[in-house]
């Protein structure tokens, strides 16, 4: 009798210290995206609620890159120009841009509208170089389901080229 009382306690601790590792934060992930003439590599990302990210950008092209992350892109004169919903914006959350060394960015939309697209949202530039920019966030409950990301330059040639990614949240 004693044995199995041993046991049923035994079993219920693993079963407790299981559900208690499950719903700890998932591992921070931090990833290298290449932009590139016409495409990010890599091109599909997951991420989870509660994850802290951090996305290294390097242009490993000749010409000037952007990225957004959004759903209902938007046209303008017949072009890609942009999402109707930034992920960013609507889950209230402002990624940290930096370029290099940590010096602030001068390229990160802070959510506000810029004078390229016709809506509110972070879009990151990315010009050639050896400049390599860092976004840093945390990944909000607001931010579940699928996403899209885009670079949009020259009035959506890029995006339209195939510069189009998917981005996918799970709880």
């Given amino acids: 009798m004693k044995k199995k009382v041993g046991l049923f306690l035994i079993f219920m601790m693993a079963l407790i210290l299981t559900a208690c590792s499950s719903s700890s934060a998932p591992k921070p992930l931090e990833l290298t995206i290449e932009l590139s003439e016409f495409k990010f590599s890599p091109n599909t990302l997951e991420f989870q609620v509660g994850q802290e990210v951090t996305l290294h ?8 890159h952007e990225i957004m992350f959004g759903r209902d892109v938007m046209m303008e004169d017949g072009q890609p120009d942009g999402y109707m ?7 209230n959350v402002e990624p940290d841009i ?10 990160d939309m802070d959510m506000e509208e810029d004078e390229e ?5 972070v879009m990151v530039e990315v010009p050639p170089g050896d400049d390599e920019y860092t976004m840093t966030f945390t990944v909000t409950e607001d931010m579940v389901g699928t996403w899209e990301i885009g670079c949009f330059d020259q009035n959506g040639v890029h995006y339209s080229a195939g510069m189009v990614g998917t981005l996918t949240v799970s709880p």
């Fill in 98 to 107: 930096t370029v290099d060394e940590g010096s602030q960015s001068d390229n």
């Fill in 57 to 64: 950008l390097v242009n490993a092209g000749a010409l000037g």
């Fill in 85 to 91: 919903t930034d992920m960013f914006l609507s889950a």
């Fill in 117 to 121: 697209h016709d809506h509110a949202g």
